[in-house]
């Protein structure tokens, strides 16, 4: 049986756009607090008080919010589903001229009309199948469809034979502060209610995965990155002698030509291969011109994963930086060899010593050197450089300290390469099929997907890994621990920057699927979500999903 919710949930999703909550710059609590509001006005919440939350996120240095709520059903099963929405959005520098606008739906789909827009887009937008804003798609439509199931099983718990966490979270765009701070509530709620997590359900926005797509999808599981860094430190030399020295820009040329873009290193799991590496940023270190080359390099990317675990991926980006330094020597002292021979001098080999490390073994080496000289230094370093500077990203602050460190300690002139790694770890989660639950779970989507046959023309696919960043990550955990220890062994900021909430996850890790709206140009000015399939067959999927994950 089809239920309609296509009204309420344009409607909700309309006020939720009109809340402008750009993530850290904007009003992430307004929005919590909108539907704080929504949910405390349901008979239910009048009832239970207790059962409604709007927690402040935790160690946070920006002031923000989540909206949590528990729905107890029929009181026949402690099985749960958890439904988790993000709040925030990215922001509108992209919308030009008419960023006053970017809230307002009905404002810019006039102004779009006016706008030299592509085809598809023009189709879309005259079409009236595609509501238009800022976090439409991405995903304020995904929460309204969760507060429209919340007030439909508020007023029907004879229907819900188990119970729903429902979280809103701020700061998915940025640091996760939201989620990672939600998993407080989510670890105290089990145990007070000894509730049972099946699964976790994200409605993030789901998109044509190729042009012309006509699928629908559903995801088990989810994509993981790191961002693997390399600090490289060459040989400076004035241009009049660049053979005597190492450019640390070609080393990483040689680090970029082997892992940017390079499918090789794109994670196969289930058949599925996540985006190869991608570079996030190449520079060298120097902070003005002169005629001597730079004495440091760095970069870093975009590394998406579906089975490798952060020891994986710093293997073999060590691997890489080894080749990558061998590489660009043997071509400095190739072009050193013909050089000396046009000029008939005498060619001599500089005999450098390549050393790689990870930033783990850097350390461990200037330790046993230096011993407490090194520790008593280290730790004061590390607590001086966070106080000076608290606003520094996890990548720059990572930079800043192996940076400090090298130039300190290192008394060995020969190039180095040092790999580490520089921001926020989200764990890819894979459906092995292993578990009791995982096997409940794909058994309870299939079912989902045959008793939903009716509500839509497309047909909907399941896929292993939903391919976008998602908060999804901090809700499940590997029993293997070696892989995320490696990840905080060369994590330089690790527990003043951040800390990767171990424990919390552990206490509370379940399953994870994305069933999510639909639409296109995520973080673009033409963002728009698909409105009947995200206002209305969406609801009914994530009601049948339910009905059966929690039989």
Same mark, same amino acid.
Do not use: W
């Given at each position: 049986m089809e239920f309609r919710f296509f009204e309420e949930i344009e409607s909700l999703t309309r006020d939720l756009v009109a809340v402008e909550s750009i993530v850290k710059k904007g009003h992430e609590s307004k929005a919590a607090e909108y539907i704080y509001?929504?949910?405390?006005?349901?008979?239910?919440?009048?009832?239970?008080?207790?059962?409604?939350?709007?927690?402040?996120?935790?160690?946070?240095?920006?002031?923000?919010?989540?909206?949590?709520?528990?729905?107890?059903?029929?009181?026949?099963?402690?099985?749960t589903v958890v439904l988790l929405g993000h709040i925030d959005t990215v922001g509108i520098e992209d919308?030009? +001229?008419?960023?006053?606008?970017?809230?307002?739906?009905?404002?810019?789909l006039e102004i779009l009309k006016k706008e030299n827009l592509p085809d598809n887009i023009r189709r879309d937008?005259?079409?009236?199948?595609?509501?238009?804003?800022?976090?439409?798609?991405?995903?304020?439509?995904?929460?309204?469809?969760?507060?429209?199931?919340?007030?439909? +099983?508020?007023?029907?718990?004879?229907?819900?034979?188990?119970?729903?966490?429902?979280?809103?979270?701020?700061?998915?765009?940025?640091?996760?502060?939201?989620?990672?701070?939600?998993?407080?509530?989510?670890?105290?709620?089990?145990?007070?209610?000894?509730?049972?997590?099946?699964?976790?359900?994200?409605?993030?926005?789901?998109?044509?995965?190729?042009?012309?797509?006509?699928?629908?999808?559903?995801?088990?599981?989810?994509v993981g990155k790191l961002l693997p860094a390399f600090y490289v430190s060459g040989i400076e030399t004035h241009v009049g002698q660049a053979f005597k020295g190492v450019d640390p820009s070609l080393v990483a040329r040689k680090i970029d030509e082997k892992l940017n873009l390079n499918m090789e290193y794109?994670?196969?799991?289930?058949?599925?291969?996540?985006?190869?590496?991608?570079?996030?940023?190449?520079?060298?270190?120097?902070?003005?011109?002169?005629?001597?080359?730079?004495l440091a390099s760095n970069l870093y990317y975009n590394f998406a994963t579906h089975t490798k675990s952060p020891k994986d991926v710093m293997d073999l980006s060590k691997e890489i930086a080894e080749k990558s330094l061998e590489d660009a020597i043997s071509y400095i002292e190739e072009q050193s060899k013909r050089w000396a021979e046009f000029g008939g001098y005498d060619y001599k080999d500089n005999n450098w010593k390549p050393r790689v490390f990870t930033f783990k073994e850097l350390v461990d080496f200037f330790e046993e050197t230096y011993q407490e000289e090194f520790r008593t230094y280290y730790e004061e370093y590390k607590e001086r450089l966070n106080e000076e500077d608290p606003n520094l990203s996890i990548a720059d602050y990572s930079l800043k300290l192996i940076d400090n460190l090298y130039r300190k300690f290192n008394t060995v002139n020969e190039p180095t390469v040092i790999v580490y790694y520089g921001s926020t770890y989200y764990q890819?989660?894979?459906?092995?099929?292993?578990?009791?639950?995982?096997?409940?779970?794909?058994?309870?989507?299939?079912?989902?997907?045959?008793?939903?046959?009716?509500?839509?023309?497309?047909?909907?696919?399941?896929? +292993?890994?939903?391919?976008?960043?998602?908060?999804?990550?901090?809700?499940y955990l590997p029993k293997d621990r070696e892989g995320i220890n490696s990840y905080k062994d060369n994590l330089p900021g690790w527990g003043l920057k951040y800390s990767h909430p171990i424990d919390k996850m552990e206490s509370i890790s379940m399953p994870v699927i994305n069933l999510g709206v639909y639409g296109q140009d995520g973080h673009k000015y033409t963002e728009r979500v698909h409105k009947n399939y995200s206002f209305q067959v969406l609801p009914n999927l994530i009601m049948t999903f339910i009905d059966n994950i929690l039989k």
């Open positions: 509001d929504f949910y405390k006005n349901l008979d239910y919440f009048k009832k239970n008080e207790d059962h409604l939350i709007l927690q402040k996120t935790v160690n946070d240095k920006v002031s923000r919010h989540n909206t949590i709520c528990l729905l107890k059903g029929n009181g026949q099963s402690n099985k919308f030009k +001229y008419f960023k006053d606008s970017a809230f307002s739906p009905d404002d810019l937008l005259e079409s009236g199948d595609y509501l238009f804003g800022r976090g439409a798609l991405d995903m304020k439509s995904g929460v309204a469809n969760h507060m429209a199931l919340i007030k439909y +099983y508020s007023e029907n718990l004879d229907k819900l034979n188990g119970n729903i966490v429902a979280i809103a979270e701020c700061d998915e765009e940025d640091s996760s502060m939201g989620i990672i701070s939600a998993l407080d509530v989510l670890k105290d709620l089990k145990e007070k209610y000894d509730l049972d997590y099946q699964v976790g359900i994200n409605s993030d926005f789901t998109t044509p995965l190729y042009k012309d797509d006509p699928s629908r999808y559903i995801y088990l599981g989810t794109a994670d196969i799991g289930k058949g599925e291969a996540t985006m190869p590496p991608v570079s996030l940023q190449m520079r060298d270190l120097k902070d003005k011109y002169d005629v001597q080359t730079p890819n989660v894979e459906i092995s099929g292993e578990e009791e639950r995982e096997v409940n779970l794909v058994k309870a989507l299939e079912k989902t997907i045959s008793d939903t046959k009716g509500l839509l023309e497309e047909e909907i696919k399941l896929k +292993y890994f939903y391919p976008y960043i998602s908060d999804s990550s901090f809700l």
